[in-house]
């Protein structure tokens, strides 16, 4: 299924955008007004389609910039939901709250949908399409959200916004865990890492086009996007095997991925345009630091000097 016609969008490529520099993070010091521009004026040669993760102050200035700036971006807008539950299984040992927290957390994610419907009815031209979260039903998350309370929110965007509206998650939850959610949502959306699952790079297309088909072959009637696909340059072993990360097989893997993508006119959002040395543990080579297009000082990796 053609996903541009099927969510009536133009063809073009796509990418997640998260702006936070050396020193900064969500949780601190967010990415300026002028920081984001040079940013947006580094990749509207490349993409068309913008990913924000977020309803927070950073999302705020990415609408801004396009807007006052006349880019031509287009932007797929998420609410990021926090543990709703306690999810024990979680392998790094995140996932477990007080029974307050986890009240809190509910409090706190509905103001994170309201923030979403609001941003939408702001911003009608720009952002295209719409989130009720990222990756809080899959069983490692650390933000374990029932898909009764998924179902809820996407609801609740659908009554306020008229943006087509999803919910992002690994591919393998869609499989079975997610069936209730298919008729909720108006797009199918998931994510596929070869990498984190011991592909080697000459498996890493077919492997990604066996997710992505598992599901569109399941829902033949439901638009189905990638919004997370993307290879590492760095690992520092946790997860990822060190020798089977690199800049020449992030290349290889975006080439290939792009090539697909383009000629079966699946909306693909590549992660990520800028490495984050926020993200995961203080160790430099930490994999969840190393995803980036281009370094965190905006130099580009191999994929983007060919």
Not at 34 to 62: F, G, I, M, N, P
Not at 239 to 258: K, R, T
Request: with cysteine; charged share 20%.
């Amino acid at each position: 299924m053609n996903s541009f016609k099927a969510l009536n969008l133009k063809p073009g490529r796509a990418i997640c955008y998260s702006g936070f520099r050396e020193g900064q993070s969500p949780s601190g010091i967010y990415p300026t007004y002028d920081e984001v521009k040079e940013d947006l004026l580094l990749l509207q040669s490349q993409w068309s389609y913008l990913r924000l993760y977020d309803c927070d102050a950073h999302a705020d200035t990415v609408l801004k910039v396009i807007e006052q700036e006349n880019l031509p971006f287009q932007v797929m807008l998420g609410a990021y939901i926090v543990a709703e539950m306690n999810n024990f299984g979680c392998p790094w040992g995140g996932g477990v709250y007080t029974e307050e927290q986890l009240v809190e957390n509910k409090i706190k994610n509905r103001s994170q949908i309201k923030k979403l419907i609001d941003l939408a009815n702001q911003f009608p031209t720009i952002i295209c399409t719409l989130s009720a979260g990222n990756e809080a039903c899959v069983d490692w998350t650390d933000h374990y959200v029932s898909v009764a309370s998924v179902i809820e929110y996407v609801n609740l965007i659908k009554s306020e916004a008229k943006q087509p509206v999803t919910f992002c998650e690994n591919y393998v939850p869609w499989l079975t865990k997610l069936n209730p959610l298919v008729d909720a949502v108006d797009f199918i959306s998931i994510h596929t890492y070869p990498v984190w699952e011991y592909k080697n790079i000459h498996e890493a297309l077919d492997y990604t086009k066996e997710n992505y088909f598992s599901v569109a072959n399941k829902y033949p009637n439901k638009p189905v996007i990638i919004t997370e696909a993307g290879w590492a340059t760095n690992s520092n072993g946790r997860g990822i095997e060190p020798h089977n990360v690199s800049e020449e097989n992030q290349a290889i893997y975006y080439q290939d991925l792009v090539n697909w993508t383009d000629k079966d006119k699946i909306l693909t959002f590549v992660f990520e345009a800028f490495d984050e040395s926020w993200k995961g543990s203080p160790e430099p080579l930490e994999p969840e630091k190393h995803w980036g297009l281009y370094k965190i000082d905006r130099t580009p990796k191999l994929v983007m000097t060919n």
